[in-house]
């Protein structure tokens, strides 16, 4: 049997350079992992905030823990803060391989206090914020033209 997961996690960016370098940077990486997730059965959110990355990713448990394993070992990343990692009973991103929430140049999260933390209720409940803000995000998205994305 199968199992489905969904894993939420921030991550310090290492991408370096003015905005709009920065901007062509994380939309080649969205592009890479809208082709990639769809030929492993990911899905997922991503948003790009205040010089982190704040992502869901959901799938097969397998290719999950696979994949993330990728995403550690990309120089792109550091400081990855696993928020949780959990079993679902359906995917919250399901019409997405990779659902772009944007860009913000101020962090909407109190990262810091997100990664001082040890109380794993605490981060849960971080992760279930950053869930409702990337659908949130999507969803104002949704009637804009995705290639300003």
């Known amino acids: ?41 990911v899905t997922g959110a ?24 990728t995403i550690q070992m990309d120089s792109r990343h550091k400081e990855i803060t696993v928020l949780y990692f959990d079993q679902i009973d359906e995917r919250g991103f399901s019409d997405w391989s990779m659902a772009f929430a944007g860009i913000e ?10 990664k001082d933390s040890t109380d794993q209720v605490a981060m849960r409940d971080a992760g279930r914020d950053l869930l409702t803000t990337l659908h949130r995000l999507i969803q104002q998205h949704q009637g804009l033209d995705r290639s300003t994305f």
């Open 1 to 41: 049997m199968t199992w489905l997961s969904q894993i939420a996690y921030i991550s310090k960016s290492n991408l370096t350079g003015p905005p709009n370098q920065v901007k062509d940077n994380v939309t080649s990486i969205l592009r890479t992992a809208q082709s990639n997730n769809a030929t492993i059965g």
């Open 46 to 69: 991503l948003l790009y905030s205040g010089g982190y990355f704040c992502q869901v990713l959901e799938g097969e448990t397998d290719n999950l823990e696979e994949l993330f394993e």
């Open 105 to 114: 140049e101020a962090m909407r999260f109190d990262i810091q206090g997100v």
